[in-house]
Structure formats: C-alpha cells, structure tokens
C-alpha cells in the first residue's frame, strides 16, 4: 500500500507538472477588442474569458522562482515534494526515493481556464504563527493521497474536507494543488485575476493535519476570502503578485470538533514572483 500511495503522489504532482510544461515560445498573445475596466463584466467578456484562445486574459503558461510573505514578513515555503518525503520517512526499514527539490514554486496558467498550482506554500511558518511552541514532526495536506504509516492523520484530514464539502466547498480537498482563477479586468500594465470561490461557502480552505515529535496531532484550516484574494500579471515583465486574504483559521480536534479563530487584524499571504523558470504562450 505505501508504494502505491508514493506512486500515486508522484503521479499526481506529475500530471500538475506536464500540465505547465507544453510547447515553449516567446509571445504573450493580445487581444484588439476594446478594454474593460477592472472589475467590470459582460456577457461578451465572460464568453471570451473561457472560450477564446486570442482573449487577452490569455498570455500563456509560466513557471516562477518567487518570494512569500506572511503579513508583511518574508517567509520560507515549504516544498511540497520534502513535505512527502519527510511523511514517508517514518516508515521504518522501508526504500524511500532520495528527495529532489521541485523544478518551481508556482504556475500560473491560462490555457484552459485561469489557474495557479503550487509546489510549495509557507505551512510550517503559518502554524508556527499561531503555535509558536509546536514541534512539528510532519504535515499531511491532500486527500488524494492515500495511505503510509499514519492513518489516522489521513481519517481527520478526510473528515475535515468531507465536512466542508457537506457545507458546500468543494475546494477543500484540493486547494493545495490547484487554485481556479476568475478574469476581474485589465489596464494598459497589468490583467486582474480573482480567486474563484464556491456560491454555497464564503471561503476556500487550505486544509492540513499537523503532527507533532509526541505524536499529538491536530487538523487546520486556513480560510481564505476568494474575492479579496487577487492575481495581478504584469503585462510588461509577465511577472506576478498573488495575495490570499485570510481572515480566520478553523482549528479540529480528534474527535472532529472544529474551533474558528478570528484574526484581528486579517492575514494575508503573498507571493511576489522574481524569477520566470519557463514560458510557453497561450496560442
């Protein structure tokens, strides 16, 4: 079962990979119709948005090295393929594949629909914001990986998602790999993004088991306020500004009961791109 659950996990990190690595070029494609401000829709606009490959919001697919905050701090992320590797590691007197650090932080794509998918995000430094005393052994944050040596962490991390999902967020499960993206407007400099949240929920939830070196652990969720939470694109240097709003975080025992801490004054998280690892265009 543990090496199917690793086959599975390189898989599925895989697939992610391929999906932002697709015929190189050099051309961020335009669009000549007239510009809408931001924030304004139409219905024209909404039909080119999904629809049309030459629609200004489309400018490809990038890869990026970048910076993360927390509030106004820098911050080191965690690489998701370490966080894996550290989880498998309990695993005793079993082969485990050597670490290789993930080739990216973040894509940013626009070839089917706007999306960012992660390679690594600031975890361990947000639990240690509001743990500050925790010894964290490992993290566990998606779902669909199944399987290793605890799983009891897989059971609460389900019960957390599946919860969520009854209140009407389908995103909880996997928001870890992959954020949708909403066109909002553009100017001359730079294309507007918004995350794309859920009609039936106020927040999309970065769910996680934290397990400590004493073998306590505990779920968490970090909510985030999907039209607070913006993409900006530079049209000049296709560089990119991410910021995720997050007003409240979720706390979840063993047996499942769930605390909401408010956050006064809100967090946010950001991402500040300065390196373009890879370019393909949206045509």
Not at 1 to 19: D, E, G, Q, R
Not at 22 to 50: C, F, H, I, M, Y
Request: one cysteine or more; a negative charge; aromatic letters at 14%.
């Amino acid at each position: 079962m543990k090496y199917l659950a690793t086959a599975f996990f390189l898989l599925t990190m895989m697939m992610i990979t391929v999906s932002c690595s697709k015929d190189d070029g050099n051309n961020v494609s335009t669009n000549s119709s007239a510009p809408r401000e931001k924030g304004e829709k139409d219905d024209q606009g909404e039909k080119n948005n999904k629809g049309n490959k030459n629609d200004i919001y489309n400018v490809g697919q990038y890869e990026y090295y970048g910076t993360w905050k927390i509030n106004d701090s820098t911050v080191v992320a965690d690489d998701f393929g370490w966080l894996w590797y550290e989880y498998c590691s309990q695993i005793p007197d079993s082969y485990i594949d050597p670490y290789h650090p993930n080739s990216f932080g973040i894509c940013f794509s626009t070839q089917i629909d706007p999306y960012v998918s992660y390679q690594e995000f600031p975890i361990k430094p947000l639990v240690y914001h509001f743990f500050p005393e925790a010894d964290i052994a490992h993290v566990v944050f998606a779902t669909q990986i199944s399987g290793g040596p605890s799983m009891d962490k897989w059971t609460i991390l389900f019960n957390i998602t599946h919860q969520y999902e009854i209140e009407g967020d389908e995103s909880a499960n996997s928001a870890f790999l992959l954020s949708w993206l909403n066109p909002t407007g553009h100017s001359d400099n730079a294309l507007y993004y918004e995350l794309k949240g859920s009609d039936a929920s106020a927040y999309i939830h970065f769910t996680v088991v934290v397990t400590t070196k004493d073998e306590d652990y505990f779920g968490l969720s970090f909510n985030i306020v999907p039209h607070k939470s913006l993409l900006v694109f530079d049209r000049q240097t296709e560089m990119i500004t991410f910021s995720l709003n997050m007003p409240s975080i979720d706390i979840i025992d063993k047996d499942f009961t769930r605390t909401t801490r408010q956050l006064s004054p809100e967090y946010t998280i950001t991402y500040n791109s300065h390196k373009i690892i890879r370019h393909n265009v949206g045509n």
